[in-house]
């Protein structure tokens, strides 16, 4: 914002008092300067009371907030989320014009660095990162500062930088490449039937699901009728369905369990449709969209919502049928069952504690090293990181955190970065030039040791462990493929 008031101070944003107004005269009129701007004259902040809906905001700025946060984040490509709402079908294109027209499509995205350029990348971001605190700690070294405010200064700078040093180069690489190699979207799709039903945007749920996805086989059968949605379709790796899961549903069957499931054209009711109504007709366009796409060499892409956050444990279940993986499932502590099934199929969880602690569910009762020690596919990932996370290196914040307070050793924080890496919608060649070139074998013969830094001797233990109960479930008649699904 800061950066904006510098940059944009002489555009005009508002019409007050009879007379238009630029930011600079809007900022004056407050006494304030771009200075004065922070968090608390803002009033932003998430916590369970707030921030349960994330479907509201001011774009009036958007364009400019986003590419800076890129530009912030140049060296940074993470999956970031755009939302699809599904109110027109015209909204595809007005999304992928103002993408491509602002600058933020990386038109470069296929070309990787070399490995030269990435090792100069990563020595560039440590180096710099040990020069500023170098510049701090001499507060240690000063008589004149007293003990307390020393003592103070250690626990709050000295031993994260400690902590963060003892984590291996290697790991640190892992995430930087994580970070830095690929630049890929997640389209989400929030859970808003029943409002643009009271408005009278939408007659019946499949104009929710026309808008979201007949632009999508159009621009997949003549990417010449949407050549923009083309181009930016080509970095969208994902798919989500996003909401408040916490909110009580209303599912038909339940109330006439004599009658059939109402088809999305014949849903014409104001109330918004269960969860696993939403997800299945979501899996099932997804399906049909990624075989045309496959058809036609062209990149596909994942169904991995938001579930088991909150909310009723059929949500997984749902999930569990018809995901590639999910975001959170931290109410798999509460099924069994479900938490088995997923262990079993090897499901992809990628959770995020530090929004789960602003959300739902204080940091030390998250179950991720639960499910890790137990051996599910799980992995650390950002969720909202512009409101939960404090710097401008979330995932790394997340690792941090997740390390110093479950006294995770390098081996694990690496084995989470590899998860983290399968779980990824990155390409065939991003996941060779992580993972090495075998990647996708099963067990320590898919495990590159120096692109990874994770034992094959853990890696082994893992294969094994599933294999054995697989044969237990299976009577022992159980086969496995070579080749793990990426």
């Not at 400690?162 to 389209?187: G, K, P």
């Not at 990932?381 to 110093?404: C, F």
Request: charged share 20%; net charge neutral; with cysteine.
């Amino acid at each position: 914002m800061r950066f904006g008031y510098r940059i944009l101070y002489v555009q005009v944003v508002i019409f007050r008092d009879g007379k238009y107004m630029t930011l600079k005269e809007v900022f004056e009129s407050l006494d304030l300067t771009g200075y004065d701007l922070n968090v608390d004259l803002l009033d932003v902040h998430a916590d369970k009371s707030t921030f349960h809906r994330f479907d509201k905001f001011n774009l009036k700025f958007l364009a400019e907030v986003t590419k800076q946060v890129l530009l912030d984040l140049e060296a940074s490509k993470y999956q970031n989320r755009i939302s699809v709402y599904g109110r027109k079908q015209s909204k595809w294109d007005q999304l992928a014009s103002w993408f491509v027209n602002n600058a933020l499509y990386i038109k470069n995205a296929d070309q990787h660095k070399n490995d030269g350029e990435i090792e100069a990348y990563v020595n560039h971001r440590m180096q710099a990162g040990w020069l500023k605190w170098r510049r701090v700690s001499g507060v240690l070294c000063d008589k004149k500062v007293p003990l307390k405010l020393k003592g103070k200064f250690y626990h709050t700078t000295v031993r994260p930088a400690r902590m963060l040093r003892w984590i291996s180069e290697s790991f640190i690489f892992i995430i930087l490449l994580i970070d830095s190699l690929f630049s890929s979207f997640f389209a989400q799709l929030p859970r808003l039937y029943n409002i643009y039903r009271s408005m009278g945007i939408v007659t019946s749920f499949q104009n929710i699901l026309d808008n979201v996805f007949i632009p999508l086989f159009e621009a997949t059968v003549d990417p010449s009728s949407h050549s923009q949605l083309h181009l930016f379709l080509n970095q969208v790796v994902g798919f989500d369905l996003v909401d408040d899961e916490s909110k009580p549903e209303k599912r038909p069957m339940a109330l006439h369990p004599t009658k059939h499931m109402p088809t999305p054209a014949q849903w014409t009711n104001e109330f918004n449709p269960a969860y696993s109504y939403y997800l299945y007709y979501c899996y099932a366009n997804l399906y049909t969209l990624n075989k045309l796409r496959e058809s036609k060499g062209m990149t596909t892409i994942k169904l991995r919502p938001h579930c088991g956050e909150a909310g009723d444990s059929d949500h997984l279940a749902a999930a569990f049928l018809l995901c590639h993986n999910i975001s959170h499932g931290i109410n798999l502590r509460k099924t069994p069952v479900l938490q088995y099934l997923y262990y079993l199929a090897q499901v992809g969880l990628a959770m995020s504690p530090l929004s789960n602690n602003s959300l739902f569910l204080d940091y030390h009762r998250n179950p991720l090293p639960m499910f890790f020690q137990r051996g599910l596919n799980v992995s650390l990932s950002t969720d909202d990181p512009l409101q939960i996370h404090l710097t401008k290196e979330p995932l790394l914040e997340e690792y941090s955190v997740a390390a110093k307070v479950w006294k995770l050793s390098a081996c694990d924080l690496c084995e989470i970065a590899r998860n983290s890496v399968y779980q990824s919608g990155f390409s065939h060649q991003d996941k060779l030039h992580s993972l090495g070139d075998k990647y996708f074998l099963r067990g320590s013969e898919g495990n590159d040791i120096h692109k990874t830094n994770v034992p094959s001797l853990r890696i082994s233990f893992r294969y094994e462990t599933w294999k054995d109960e697989m044969q237990y479930i299976y009577a022992g008649q159980a086969t496995f493929p070579e080749d793990v699904d990426p």
